[in-house]
């Protein structure tokens, strides 16, 4: 049995490499294209942007849902604040030039299994949507709840109103659509809460704005319901 988990392991390990590979090498080709599409007289240059930035879009939403998609069983137990503490510092100068404050209060310890990076995907895409609607304002906290940990990103921006976060978390939405400029950023956290057992929703916030609350079993054991 041990054996077979150690290369079942492996396996993971060699398909999240791969995809990262994949990732870097679509990357350089997209930029090309993009830079020679420069070269093209309107309307021509703004369509074929839009579709390249949709074909970068979708190779990072899909990646992220194979690299989370195989490994819920063996992730390793992590510090949630410890692995989140780099995205904070990062989008933190960010904030700053953008003149918004991003205040963050997790409480220590706490503890989730899960691979770090799905993590960090997670979190950060949330904390780089609310930076994008801010007005200068986003919040990060969480804490622990019913064998689990959730976690909230608010921001001060203007928020959704009831009927469209309901449309947004009808089955098959695309959070994304539902509010232009987002990206896929929305979506791809919505995947990957599901694939690890967690649950997302959408609420408004104290400050009028957006409150995207998502929570994740403690154990990646934990049967999915």
């Known amino acids: 049995m041990n054996g077979v988990l150690e290369r079942d392991r492996r396996l993971m390990t060699h398909a999240r490499h791969a995809a990262g590979n994949l990732a870097h090498a679509l990357k350089t080709p997209v930029s090309v294209l993009t830079t020679l599409a420069d070269g093209i007289e309107e309307p021509r240059r703004r369509r074929i942007r839009d579709e390249l930035a949709r074909i970068d879009s979708a190779v990072h939403h899909h990646l992220a849902r194979a690299t989370a998609a ?7 137990r992590i510090a949630v604040g ?14 700053e030039r953008r003149g918004i404050t991003l205040h963050a209060e997790l409480p220590e310890p706490l ?9 960090q995907e997670l979190v950060g895409n949330l904390l780089d949507n609310a930076l994008r609607w801010a007005a200068g304002q986003v919040r990060l906290n969480g804490g622990e709840e019913a064998g689990g940990v959730w976690l909230a990103v608010e921001d001060d921006g203007p928020g959704m109103d009831a009927a469209q976060r309901q449309a947004a978390m009808a089955r098959g939405a695309r959070l994304d659509e539902q509010r232009s400029g987002s990206g896929l950023g929305l979506a791809i956290v919505k995947d990957l809460t599901e694939l690890h057992g967690g649950r997302l929703s959408l609420e408004e916030a104290a400050t009028g704005g957006l409150r995207v609350r998502l929570w994740l079993p403690g154990s990646a054991l934990r049967e999915q319901s």
């Not at 195989?70 to 390793?76: F, Q, T, V």
């Not at 899960?114 to 993590?119: E, F, I, K, S, V």
């Open 111 to 119: 503890y989730l299994r899960m691979d770090a990076q799905d993590l």
């Open 70 to 76: 195989g490994d819920a069983g063996l992730a390793p």
């Open 82 to 95: 410890e692995v989140l503490a780099p995205i904070l510092e990062g989008l933190g100068r960010l904030a």
